[in-house]
Each structure stands twice: as structure tokens, then as C-alpha cells.
């Protein structure tokens, strides 16, 4: 995930989201270390972001177990509703990714749990 991080900040730059200034992130590294895995998703669902951004799918199925509520972004999974990390929807595309974005008036809007 680190090598992924300066072009996920040129991204999210282009959408107006400038680190520090209207954004804030959180890094959670395991290391190489899957069994970490549960530890650092519980870490950020304490913190109460807004949504996960994960690679792989022992990261995947720890945010999932983590919560039922913060949007999961997951990245190199190549069939996530076969590997148990996302659900199939009545009209078979798997859940929706949803964001939130800040109004000019400062307020954050932030998805509702469909569920």
C-alpha cells in the first residue's frame, strides 16, 4: 500500500482534497504481517473515519469484521463477493462505493447505512 500512496494523494488532489487542509488521513501499515490485520481496522473504526481504504483480503475481511457502517474501498481483490468481502446486490452488482464530501459551508456528508 505505501507504493500506492503518492498517486492516491495526486488523485484525491484532482478531486480537491488537499491533505491537512480539507482532508485528513490515517495510515495503518501491517508490515507484511496479515495477523495484524484485525488490530489496525479496529484501530481506525475507533478513530471513527470516514471510510477504509484496504489492499488485499485479509485487510478486506478484517475492515468488514470491523464494521457494518464505514464505507470499504478494497483494492487487488479480484472477486469480492466470492471471497466472502462483499455482498451481492438484487441487481447483481456488489455494494456500492460510497465517499462523503465536505459542502462549502464546512459541514461533512457523509453516506447513511443502508442496511
Do not use: C
Not at 33 to 60: C, H, M, S, W
Amino acid at each position: 500500500m505505501e507504493a500506492l500512496l503518492p498517486a492516491f494523494r495526486q488523485e484525491v488532489r484532482k478531486l480537491g482534497w488537499i491533505e491537512r487542509k480539507n482532508i485528513a488521513l490515517e495510515y495503518r501499515f501491517g508490515e507484511q504481517k496479515p495477523e495484524r490485520a484485525p488490530e489496525l481496522a479496529a484501530d481506525l473504526v475507533r478513530l471513527k473515519v470516514d471510510l477504509i481504504v484496504v489492499t488485499g483480503g485479509p485487510q478486506a475481511l478484517a475492515a468488514k469484521k470491523a464494521t457494518t457502517i464505514i464505507p470499504i474501498v478494497m483494492t487487488n481483490i479480484w472477486d469480492p463477493v466470492g471471497a466472502g468481502q462483499a455482498r451481492r446486490a438484487a441487481g447483481g452488482a456488489t455494494e456500492e462505493i460510497r465517499a462523503h464530501h465536505q459542502s462549502e459551508s464546512g459541514e461533512a456528508n457523509r453516506p447513511h447505512d443502508s442496511a
